[in-house]
Structures are given as C-alpha cells and as structure tokens.
C-alpha cells in the first residue's frame, strides 16, 4: 500500500499520457464522432508505398510514432522495474498490435505494420533511456520522468486548448 501512495504522481502521469495517446492514435484528435477518419486500409509492407510522399520516404510519420511511444517505454520501465527488460517492452510492442487492430476493425484508420515497427522501437528506446536514467539517478528518476511528463502534458494540453478555441 505505501508503494501505491508514492506512485500516485507516477499513476497520474501516465494515466494523462496514455488518454493523449489513445486519442491521438485511434482517434487523431477528432472531438467528434463525425471528425473521425472513415476508412480500412492495411499495409503489411514495412517502409513500403504508404510511407512515400511524392516519390520519397516521409520520415515525419517514422519519428512522430517513434517519439510519441518513447514515454510508454519509460512508463513500462518503471512500472516492470523487476521484469526483464524484454516484459518491460513488450506491452508497447503489445499496444501497439492493437491499435493497429482496432484501427482496421472499426475502420477508423489505416492500419500498418510500419507503425508497429516505430511504435515498438519507440518504447524499446523508452525503456533503455529511463534505465540509462534509473543507472545515473537511481534515487529519483521516477520523479524527474514524472516532472518532464507533467510539464509536457500541460505545455501540450494548453496549445491543443488554444487550437480547439481558435477553430471553434
């Protein structure tokens, strides 16, 4: 019990991060039924054509997945402190092929194997850093992941707040 009182910021955190992600990932934002995209569409071809954007790579989507999954790695880290570090990253590989599932099931988006590839590596680079992390502060890496998340959360709320009031 004393651990999940001192984990509450930890749960908060997450909790707030893992809202945006679902929103952003399934939903891309809408903030209504009928915002949100309408198709099926599956890519079982890594790196293949729905990655082209006038005949070259579009690395943007590439660093978008990978840089959005990089918390869930350190959230995993913390949470699976004692797993392994392949139980540690297996969730976010895990969420990943669901997203992608429920994307091509409920025909709200394209469903692709390129994001399970980025957004599996984003978390096997969230789970190294905060290890690196967790080797360089051991006694307080959780609560310095835990401010910059917090931090990040409301820098990122407060510019979403402004663009919805913006276009409303």
């Known amino acids: 019990m004393v651990e999940t009182r001192r984990r509450w910021p930890t ?4 909790g707030i991060y893992f809202a945006l992600l ?4 399934l939903f891309k934002f809408a903030t209504s039924v009928d ?3 309408q198709m099926r569409n599956l ?3 890594p790196f293949g054509e729905s990655m082209i954007v006038n005949g070259k790579i579009s690395f943007d989507e590439i660093i978008y997945n990978l840089v959005v999954f ?3 790695g350190m959230y995993m880290r913390i949470f699976l402190a004692k797993k392994h570090w392949l139980l540690q990253w297996l969730p976010a590989v895990l969420l990943s092929i669901g997203f992608e599932l429920s994307q091509y099931v409920f025909a709200i988006g ?4 390129t994001d399970v590839i980025t957004n599996s590596a984003g978390g096997l680079l969230g789970v190294g850093l905060c290890a690196a992390l967790a080797k360089w ?3 307080n890496y959780e609560k310095i992941i835990n401010r910059i998340g917090l931090v990040l ?3 990122f709320l407060l510019l979403l707040g402004t663009l919805l009031a913006v276009n409303a």
């Open 137 to 139: 502060r051991p006694m």
């Open 22 to 25: 679902v929103w952003l990932t």
């Open 35 to 37: 915002e949100i995209p």
């Open 70 to 72: 990089i918390p869930f």
């Open 43 to 45: 890519n079982l071809v």
């Open 153 to 155: 959360e409301i820098v």
């Open 110 to 113: 394209g469903s692709d194997i």
């Open 11 to 14: 749960y908060v955190v997450f």
